[in-house]
């Protein structure tokens, strides 16, 4: 059974803070990962996309993979309310992508 | 430009009717996915289109649910006949690319279209 395991949450964090969403996957076929934000009633977009071990940063947001470990995170600087909303991790398998159940994420004013 | 759209965004079916779905994805994206979403659980695939033809359909759950993408452009998804386990969203979600290797993958997704099975 190919997994992709979110803690469902809620994190709660305060504003300005740093948030950590962390993911883990069984499949060590998977190469390339994502993370998606969903905001309640609409469709998800993507945040970040990451396909080497290692730190990928984007503005506020930085994506970690560690496939020894099978282990991908999202790091957001600064949180802000407007990043309150489920974050979704998805890893690609031959062609299709495996999701976690997402974590739901409040940035507290 | 257009995103994906789909409609209905909510449709409320009594048991054993039936429920046909539509995606309009963006223009000129060859892929074309279904997803769906029961209440609290992961995204789970159902199928991919390229073009018109059904590149993995490994996800639909049985023979209840067809899923046509006529000429290359819009998908249907009808569920005949609806069963109380198939309320959720479904997502469609359109990419140019394969989502595979560098460089490609970005799923645009509609907003779902919510199904309640009553």
């Known amino acids: 059974q190919k997994e992709v395991e979110q803690n469902s949450g809620p994190l709660s964090v305060p504003e300005g803070a740093i948030a950590s969403l962390n993911c883990t996957y069984s499949d060590r076929g998977s190469q390339s990962f994502f993370w998606y934000r969903q905001y309640s009633g609409k469709s998800p977009e993507l945040i970040m996309s990451?396909?080497s071990n290692g730190d990928k940063e984007d503005g506020r947001f930085t994506a970690q993979l560690n496939k020894a470990s099978q282990y991908v995170s999202l790091l957001i600087r600064d949180s802000q309310p407007s990043d309150s909303a489920t974050y979704l991790c998805?890893?690609?398998?031959?062609?299709?992508?495996?999701w976690g159940a997402g974590t739901k994420l409040i940035i507290k004013p | 430009e257009a995103g994906v759209t789909q409609f209905p965004s909510h449709s409320v079916i009594e048991k054993g009717q039936t429920v046909t779905l539509r995606c309009d994805p963006i223009s000129g994206h060859d892929n074309l996915y279904w997803y769906r979403r029961v209440m609290g659980k992961e995204i789970k695939f159902l199928l991919h289109?390229?073009?018109?033809?059904?590149?993995?359909e490994s996800g639909m759950p049985n023979n209840r649910f067809l899923a046509e993408r006529t000429g290359g452009t819009y998908s249907t998804l009808k569920v005949q006949p609806a069963e109380l386990e198939d309320s959720g969203v479904y997502f469609c979600?359109?990419?140019?690319?394969?989502?595979?290797?560098?460089?490609?993958?970005?799923?645009?997704f509609g907003e779902g279209s919510r199904l309640t099975v009553l």
């Open positions: 990451i396909y």
């Open positions: 998805a890893a690609e398998l031959n062609y299709q992508l495996i």
């Open positions: 289109f390229v073009k018109e033809s059904k590149q993995d």
């Open positions: 979600a359109s990419s140019q690319f394969l989502t595979a290797g560098l460089g490609t993958g970005e799923l645009f």
